[in-house]
């Protein structure tokens, strides 16, 4: 967004160096008087020819050039300035909906991130009891008592680590999804993105 408001304000100085220098000087604002007005001694008179004849006039009330020819127009300087406001609420809203999309985008980052760290941190727990079970069952004792009861708190740890293993495929799985969707995300504002860039586009082309 940063980037686009830098453009914004340079296509902005173009304009106004392109009708400052270029369009103004050579436009003007006529207002014509009643038909019936006599002619005056001094002012400004339009006439008009027909093969090199006068083929009729208008007597003109005032003409205004450069700036002074803008603020003359200013019912058509309103209808500009009605269409740029709504073009720039509706581009505001949109750039609105592009930082609501950023920020989610944010946070499921983080939270897929968080989500792998505690993923990770599962495995190596289930890790280290799965080789504390090992350890274990290579040092058991001859005695039957005493294996069958090794055996019994084997199970049960075979047991926790199972449930550590499901539990951190489901967060495994749930944190693929997560990278989808943030994937998802981004498509949708890179959409955002070209139709923002098209509409500027077009309204930098109207006349």
Partial sequence: MKYVRIIVV?????MFAWLNW????????????K?????????????YHNHFKLAGFRLIDFLERG???VFAAWPYVMVGILLGFESGFFAGEQARRLMAIDEASKAALDEAAKQVNEAQLMSHIAQRELTK?????????SSMDYVQKLQAEDRGKR???EELKA???EKQRHAESTVIELKK???????????????????????
């Fill in 159 to 161: 047991k926790e680590f």
């Fill in 10 to 14: 340079i296509l902005v100085l173009i």
């Fill in 35 to 47: 038909i019936n007005e006599p002619l005056q001694e001094n002012g400004y008179l339009l006439a």
């Fill in 185 to 207: 995300a981004r498509n949708k504002i890179r959409r955002l993105e070209e139709k923002i860039s098209r509409m500027e586009e077009n309204m930098i082309d109207e006349p």
């Fill in 133 to 141: 079970v090992i350890k274990r069952e290579n040092g058991v004792a």
């Fill in 167 to 169: 539990n951190w495929e």
């Fill in 22 to 33: 270029w369009v103004l000087p050579n436009l003007a604002i006529v207002h014509f008087a």
């Fill in 67 to 69: 700036w002074s020819g």
